[in-house]
């Protein structure tokens, strides 16, 4: 009986950023008026946390959900490319890629 190919659910990026002191020292009329230019297509969901009172590491996580790495490629290159990161108001901590419930799409495919 041939194996079944494992069907991955989209990709997910965790984008890790600190805001930089150029950004916080603007006012947040100002602030939104920037970030409103650093959406990405259609194709890749993007869902925002703060969490600077809670972590020294970063002082937010940007959640980036696209249908292929290809979507996500463009997504990031995109987003390095707005005043976000070129100013810089905002500097990458780390860019953790993942699949959600990947583990399960495997062993229904080709695992245990």
Request: aromatic content about 10%; hydrophobic content about 45%.
């Amino acid at each position: 009986m041939p194996q079944e190919t494992p069907r991955y659910n989209p990709l997910t990026l965790f984008v890790l950023v600190r805001a930089l002191p150029a950004w916080l020292a603007l006012p947040r009329e100002r602030r939104r008026e920037i970030a409103a230019t650093a959406t990405p297509d259609d194709s890749t969901q993007v869902r925002q946390f703060d969490c600077e009172a809670f972590s020294a590491m970063c002082s937010d996580i940007w959640m980036l959900t696209g249908p292929s790495a290809g979507a996500l490629n463009t997504a990031m290159e995109r987003l390095r490319d707005t005043a976000l990161f070129a100013h810089p108001y905002f500097e990458f901590v780390a860019i953790l890629p993942a699949i959600e419930d990947g583990f399960r799409d495997f062993e229904a495919g080709a695992g245990s």
